[in-house]
């Protein structure tokens, strides 16, 4: 598609259910991000694929958080046994990767809600 | 590393007022830098950037940035604001070379527009 494209749009589950995020980028797109956004805050970074290469996971909150990408294509985020606070929009993003300026192309986002 | 700091959380202005959003960033190296909006309830979206040349960079819906090198600076302007620019404003770095890292964002700068 023409943009990075987020699923679902919105999540409500309840506490300790697993839920799956899908982000599919924009093709070539070599690099892939998920932040999360809490309500009424800036960006936190999560976790970073460039290519094949081992992915940044540094910002991952804890275990029960994972992230897979298969070559360059669509990336899930897992979270395992939702607790509230992980409440937040969970936005993807894009990039060229090496080859750009590191300039992002963001998704809508999956606005998550763990009751 | 590189960082980011946008020193105002919020800035309330009057609709076709002036308005100015400040960041400053720092890095040891050359820098892109960018500015990206985010409407309520919708993802990032892309304002205007600075990769190299003019100093002074137009983006869209009538707003403009200045990069400042000597005082690290790079500040959002719009002469005169509309109710439609209410949003959250993220400025964002990266280092020449280190594209494959992605951005360094700020807080964010919440502009309130009041009629």
């Known amino acids: 598609g023409a943009g990075v494209s987020q699923s679902p749009s919105n999540k409500v589950t309840e506490k300790g259910k697993d839920v799956e995020l899908r982000c599919d980028p924009i093709s070539g797109h070599t690099a892939l991000y998920w932040y999360r956004q809490r309500l009424g805050q800036g960006l936190e970074f999560l976790i970073y694929?460039?290519?094949?290469?081992?992915?940044?996971k540094s910002g991952l909150p804890s275990d029960r958080f994972s992230a897979e990408r298969t070559g360059e294509s669509v990336s899930t985020l897992t979270i395992q046994r939702t607790q509230q606070e992980d409440s937040a929009v969970y936005l993807c993003?894009?990039?060229?990767?090496?080859?750009?300026?590191?300039?992002?192309?963001f998704g809508e986002g999956s606005r998550l809600t763990v009751l | 590393a590189q960082s980011v700091t946008q020193l105002d959380s919020q800035v309330p202005v009057f609709e076709e007022a002036p308005v100015e959003l400040r960041c400053n960033y720092s890095s040891s190296v050359s820098v892109y830098l960018f500015w990206y909006v985010q409407y309520p309830n919708q993802g990032l979206q892309l304002l205007l950037k600075?990769?190299?040349?003019s100093t002074l960079v137009k983006g869209i819906n009538g707003f403009e940035a200045e990069f400042n090198k000597s005082q690290t600076s790079f500040h959002l302007r719009k002469p005169s604001v509309h109710i439609s620019d209410t949003a959250e404003y993220f400025c964002a770095v990266s280092e020449w070379g280190g594209g494959a890292d992605g951005l360094t964002f700020g807080k964010g700068t919440h502009l309130i527009i009041q009629p």
């Open positions: 694929f460039q290519g094949n290469s081992a992915p940044d």
């Open positions: 600075y990769l190299s040349g």
């Open positions: 993003a894009s990039s060229l990767g090496g080859r750009g300026t590191g300039e992002l192309f």
